[in-house]
């Protein structure tokens, strides 16, 4: 079981928005706020879409966006597209030398 | 552009060790931090390390201490040894690069390889 609990899978029709948690087991999985949020299409690698919770990389859309309150962190994805279906994983830089990802989720749109 | 390649046997025995190089070009390897991450077929990602240019690494200890990063900046890359391997270390392999700040704090992974599948099967 990861660390990090995300749900298998959301769902959402063009134009809503959507959120996915990310859900620590221990505070200190999150405590330092180093969370980052990828994009996986099948076949490729992840590409980074959010870091430090809630900042984008620069060329990525402000669609996304990203928070946290407590244990979880949460992606939103505002203005759903047919292209934003695809795998989304969380991860989180624990602290001691310790990385852990979420167990991903896939998004249906 | 920096760009990151994974090399190695796509097949390996069970108990045996698994060797996979990381080739690294457009950028130096010195002053990075450099890791392994892997996907079993159909499951989510995993991260097995990393190592930085000075030889600093850190490893998953759920990996019960099977695994050894290490790095050659002459050749610019970095290698990963899995030993006593079974078929739950089926994965597709990715080298990745941190991005990291001045205070040597890492935010994320910036570039990833294409990554490489290693099936573990007599």
């Known amino acids: 079981q990861s660390a990090l609990t995300q749900p298998a899978s959301v769902s959402g029709s063009p134009g809503q928005s959507i959120t996915i948690s990310c859900t620590a087991a221990s505070s200190d999985v999150v405590s330092h706020n180093l969370i980052s949020w990828y994009q996986q299409d099948p076949g490729k690698a992840p590409k980074v879409i959010i870091y430090?919770?809630?900042k984008r990389p620069s060329g990525i859309s402000s669609r996304f966006s990203g928070s946290k309150s407590g244990n979880t962190a949460s992606l939103t994805i505002s203005g759903l597209q047919a292209e934003d279906e695809t795998d989304y994983y969380c991860c989180s830089n624990a602290g001691g030398g310790i990385w852990v990802f979420g167990g991903g989720t896939k998004l249906t749109v | 552009q920096v760009q990151l390649q994974e090399s190695g046997p796509g097949l390996v025995k069970p108990s045996e060790t698994l060797s996979l190089t990381c080739s690294v070009s457009?950028?130096?390897?010195?002053?990075?931090?450099w890791s392994w991450i892997r996907q079993p077929p159909g499951k989510g990602l995993d991260w097995i390390g990393y190592i930085f240019h000075t030889g600093k690494s850190h490893s998953n200890p759920a990996l019960n201490s099977r695994v050894t990063i290490s790095l050659d900046t002459s050749k610019n890359q970095f290698s990963l040894n899995l030993r006593s391997v079974t078929g739950a270390d089926t994965a597709v392999y990715y080298c990745a690069r941190y991005y990291c700040g001045a205070d040597d704090t890492c935010h994320y992974f910036d570039y990833w390889g294409q990554g490489i599948l290693v099936t573990v099967s007599s």
């Open positions: 430090d919770v809630y």
């Open positions: 457009g950028d130096s390897t010195s002053g990075y931090y």
